[in-house]
């Protein structure tokens, strides 16, 4: 049997530097070998819950089958990095609860820092009320209570971000 | 890089034996020591597509997120074993180009002997008209025109069906 690989989950608002990070430190486990594999929320959206809406209900179903693929990749020794709001606890933690090596990496920028990148425009959209299901605007964030780490973006640098984590997964016996 | 895996796909009626054939083969590939990982229809419907139906659009939408997570896999160096009617020749030709290496078996077991199995008791609520989407009954399958093998289970055991399958893999270099 393959070494079990890690699901190292990254949540926090949008725009918070989730993806930014989770391609980063994929890059420094693939450079130091590990086989990684990047989950994007956006971009499994695409491909796995065309059709699902940003209620509660269909946010918490849509990580569910994030942690789902997650754990088939894992159990065959991948280093798999989640990037995806994720809101809300409960989900998180089923999410906890599917896979065996699950770090889960609170990217904690704050909401206003977040709201003035606005990388996508989308903050800008939801306060004029053309979102009206948006995290941090019209739904709520459940902070992590004890997240294996909380990386602030605000405060560090990408490469700082990494190695935090980086670090952090070092210290758990992961790499 | 990791070697790249293979999906094998394996497409047929209801009761055509798929699963059957998908267990025991990745159990003889496990025995030789290949990666491998099994995602049968049914249970993938149940992480991944719940509040899809059965109509055409809904399976293959169904069908293409199996691709999607069978490509993850694959890229990671796993084989992949799919059971799934997957009675559109459309989405099958897709989940092929979605993937680089992928074989695909037409488990013939015909209609006839599968309604006779009726595993499930699917075909007698089918044919009741208490299951209106239906493969082979209400709804067409679309015979796989060049598949890489065929596997009638009605003329060969369980075991043949899978030394069919390893020796296929094998002519193809997969093995």
Redo the contacts between chains.
Sequence with gaps: M?QPGVVLWLTGFSGAGKTTLATATAGELARQGY?V?VLDGDAVRE??S???GFTQEDRN?NV??IA??AK??AR???YVLVAAISPYREARDEARRMNRNFVEVHVATPLEVCVERDVKGLYAKAKAGQLSEFTGVSQPYEVPTSPELRVDTSRCSVSEGVAAIVSRLNQLGFL
């Design positions: 393959t086989p594999e491909h796995l065309k059709g699902l179903v569910l089958r789902f693929v088939l990749l065959h020794g991948v």
